[in-house]
C-alpha cells in the first residue's frame, strides 16, 4: 500500500468514527485506535498520539457551540481541570515507560466499560440539593437555561470529583482518549452537577486535557504528521457532519450497534495484547 | 450582576476563539497535507514499526524551521501545533477574563492549569 492510498482509507475510516462517535455521544477517539492498530496495523504509540490530536479538534469544535448556549460552567470546569491536567501529564510519562502489550490491554478494558457505561440506564437526577460548604467557597454553584426557566444547583462532594477527574486525565494522557464518560461520571454521579451543565463542561475541559499530554507526545515523537492529518481532518469533518444531522436522527438502535462494535473492538484490543500481536 | 454579565461575554469570544483556532488549524494541515501527498503519495506506507519523529518534528523550533523549508510534514505538524495551542490560548484568556473580574482565587487556579500546560508543550522535551 503506498502513501496515498493508506492516507485516503484511514481518512474515511476517521471520518466513519468522528461520525459515529458524534451521532452517539461516545466520542470518536475510543473507536480509533483500535481501527487504526487492527486494521492498518500501526503501531498503538502513533495511534495514541494521532487520536490524541483528534480529540482536541472534535472537542475545541464542539464546546465553540455549546459554550454560547450557556449550559457549561466555566468555573468548574478550570478547577477541575488542574486535576485532569495533572492526571494527563502523569499517563502521558506512563504511556513512554510502559509495554505496548500493556497499553493495548488497558485500552480493551477501557472499551469494555466505556460499552458498559453507555448501556446503563442513568439514574434520576437529584434536585434542590442543600449547598456544600467547600463547593461555596469555590464559588461553583449555577443556573442554566431549562425548560422551566433559569434552574439553580448546588454542587456536592468537590474532593471526590476531583480524585476522579485526575483518574479521567490519566486515562486520557496514557490511551489517547478524550474519556469523556469518566468526566461525566465525575460530575454527574459524584459532584450531582445537572447531567446537562455535565456533558457540555465536559466537553470544554476534553480539549485542555488531551492539550495538556499532546505536548509531551510532541516532545516524544509520538506524533506523525503524515498519520495525523488524515485522522484529524477526518474525525472533525465526521463529526461536524454528526452534530448538524443529530437533531434529526434516531440514535437509540445506532448507540446499540456502536455499544456491540466497542465491545468486539475492546475483546481484540485484550487478545492481541495478550498474544503480543500488538 | 455585573459578573453574570462578564461571565457570558468571555464565554462568547471564547467560543470564537476555539472555533478559530480549530478551523485555522485543519486548513494549515490540509495545505501540508497536499504538498506532502504530491511529493511522496507514491512511496510505501510503513506505521507498523515504530521510530519516533526525528526531531525537526519534535520541537517547536524544529517544527518552524521544517514548515518555513515548504516541508509538507513540516507544514502539517505546524498546524498540529497551532491546534494543541488553541485550549491553551484558551486558558491563558480566561486569566484575563477572571483578572478582569478581580477573582484572585479562580487567577490562581487559572494559572495553575496554564502552567501545567506550558510545561508539556515547553518543557517536556529537555527532560529526558
Given amino acids: ?8 482509507l484511514v481518512a474515511m475510516g476517521s471520518f466513519v468514527a468522528g461520525l459515529l462517535g458524534s451521532l452517539t455521544g461516545l466520542g470518536g477517539g475510543v473507536v480509533l485506535v483500535p481501527l487504526l492498530t487492527i486494521f492498518f496495523k500501526v503501531d ?4 495514541i498520539g494521532a487520536s490524541l490530536v483528534s480529540v ?7 464546546a465553540a457551540a455549546y459554550v454560547k448556549e450557556g449550559f457549561s460552567n466555566i468555573r468548574i470546569g478550570m478547577f477541575l481541570e488542574i486535576a485532569t491536567t495533572l492526571g494527563a501529564l502523569c499517563g502521558a510519562f506512563l504511556a513512554t515507560v510502559v509495554s505496548t502489550r500493556f497499553l493495548a490491554v488497558i485500552f480493551g478494558l477501557v472499551l469494555l466499560y466505556s460499552a458498559y457505561l453507555s448501556r446503563k440506564p442513568r439514574t434520576a437526577e437529584q434536585r434542590n440539593l442543600p449547598p456544600d460548604a467547600l463547593a461555596t467557597r469555590l464559588r461553583m454553584n449555577g443556573s442554566f437555561p431549562s425548560e422551566e426557566g433559569m434552574r439553580h444547583y448546588n454542587v456536592q462532594r468537590v474532593p471526590a470529583g476531583f480524585s476522579l477527574m485526575f483518574g479521567a486525565g490519566a486515562l486520557s494522557g496514557l490511551l489517547g482518549i478524550g474519556s469523556g464518560a469518566v468526566k461525566v461520571l465525575a460530575m454527574d454521579q459524584a459532584m450531582k452537577i445537572p447531567f446537562k451543565v455535565s456533558t457540555t ?13 499532546a505536548g509531551i507526545y510532541l516532545n516524544r515523537g509520538y506524533i506523525d504528521p503524515g498519520l495525523s492529518m488524515p485522522v484529524m481532518l ?3 469533518a465526521g463529526s461536524l457532519l454528526g452534530v448538524r444531522i443529530l437533531v434529526k436522527a434516531e440514535t437509540r438502535v445506532l448507540r446499540l450497534v456502536f ?14 495484547g495478550i498474544t503480543g500481536r500488538i | 450582576m455585573t459578573r453574570v454579565w462578564t461571565d457570558r461575554k468571555i464565554e462568547d469570544i471564547v467560543g470564537n476563539l476555539l472555533i478559530s483556532g480549530v478551523l485555522l488549524s485543519a486548513f494549515v494541515v490540509a ?14 506506507a510503513g506505521y507498523h514499526v515504530f521510530r519516533g519523529e526525528p526531531s525537526d518534528l519534535r520541537s517547536l523550533p524544529g517544527i518552524f524551521h521544517s514548515a518555513l523549508g515548504l516541508s509538507g510534514r513540516g507544514i502539517i505538524q505546524l498546524g498540529l501545533v497551532l491546534l494543541i495551542a488553541t485550549p491553551v490560548a484558551r486558558v491563558a484568556f480566561a486569566i484575563w477574563g477572571f483578572a478582569e473580574e478581580h477573582d484572585r482565587l479562580y487567577l490562581t487556579f487559572t494559572g ?6 506550558l510545561y508539556s508543550l515547553l518543557g517536556s522535551g529537555s527532560a529526558f
Avoid at chain 2, 495553575?112 to 500546560?117: E, K, P, T
Fill in chain 1, 259 to 272: 455499544s456491540l462494535v466497542i465491545v468486539v473492538l475492546g475483546a481484540q484490543m485484550i487478545y492481541e
Fill in chain 1, 44 to 47: 498503538i504509540r502513533y495511534a
Fill in chain 1, 1 to 8: 500500500m503506498n502513501i496515498l492510498e493508506f492516507t485516503i
Fill in chain 1, 56 to 62: 482536541i479538534a472534535t472537542s475545541s469544535g464542539a
Fill in chain 2, 112 to 117: 495553575i492549569v496554564l502552567i501545567i500546560l
Fill in chain 1, 234 to 236: 477526518g474525525v472533525l
Fill in chain 2, 31 to 44: 495545505v501540508g497535507g497536499a504538498i506532502y501527498l504530491i511529493r511522496h503519495g507514491l512511496a510505501p
Fill in chain 1, 201 to 213: 463542561t465536559s466537553n470544554f475541559m476534553i480539549g485542555v486535557t488531551a492539550a495538556a499530554s
